[in-house]
């Protein structure tokens, strides 16, 4: 099954948020392969956070990843209206598979 | 500019069968493990499939193993995917993407437009 998000968060702009994403001792537990994307409505994922807290080239560093234990998180600082999207945490497993999160739509009010 | 661009996709009727093909051009394609991963509409995100960066080893999600194979030709940079004995609930837009790394470790960092693929009597 997937990994554990909450379906939804909202805040401010100017706020802070934070989604966590909750696995097992498979998947989270097991390794550094974590991923986050975005996703506006009608569009392709794009990679936010690789590594559980890398950013690739060209994404803002209001975008962080951490990690403990079961849980990973993507914290987003500085809200902008434009942060209004879709989601999804995933990661890699010890079966070799990779697995993601429900998704969470975020608002900002 | 990295590229990847689905075909293939459409209507079938429950048990059919859908072959789907991914494009690939802008990086050295042979260097990189190449995923499907699909979207039924409204909902999340799920990981069907990988072929590795040699085309050795192949990985599927449970809920397609035995009724989807994964595939690469190296020498035209493509991927495909043979869908069988395909259910109402394999209805998605299906994504080719392509891995971070030489090494599979599921991170994708580019993706394709989608292809539709609606299985419906």
């Known amino acids: 099954s997937a990994l554990t998000q909450p379906a939804s968060v909202s805040a401010s702009p100017g706020q802070s948020i934070t989604i966590s994403c909750t696995g097992t001792s498979h998947d989270i537990n097991a390794y550094d392969y974590v991923s986050w994307y975005q996703q506006y409505p009608g569009r392709v994922p794009k990679l936010l956070i690789y590594d559980v807290n890398y950013l690739p080239s060209g994404i803002s560093d209001r975008f962080s990843g951490s990690k403990s234990g079961n849980t990973a998180s993507l914290t987003i600082s500085g809200l902008q209206a434009d942060d209004e999207a879709d989601y999804f945490c995933s990661s890699y497993t010890t079966s070799s598979t990779v697995i993601f999160g429900g998704g969470t739509k975020l608002t900002v009010l | 500019e990295v590229q990847l661009v689905e075909s293939g996709g459409g209507l079938v009727q429950p048990g059919g069968s859908l072959r789907l093909s991914c494009a690939a051009s802008g990086f050295n394609f042979n260097n990189f493990a190449m995923a499907w991963v699909r979207q039924s509409p409204g909902k999340g995100l799920e990981w069907v499939s990988v072929?590795?960066?040699?085309?050795?080893?192949?990985f599927y999600a449970d809920s397609v193993k035995g009724r989807f194979t994964v595939s690469r030709d190296r020498s035209n940079s493509m991927i495909y995917l043979e869908m069988n004995s395909l259910r109402v609930e394999d209805t998605a837009v299906y994504y080719c993407?392509?891995?971070?790394?030489?090494?599979?470790?599921?991170?994708?960092?580019?993706w394709g437009q989608g292809s539709l693929v609606i299985v419906s009597s």
């Open positions: 072929v590795t960066a040699s085309g050795s080893k192949t």
């Open positions: 993407a392509k891995d971070r790394m030489l090494l599979w470790f599921g991170e994708f960092d580019h």
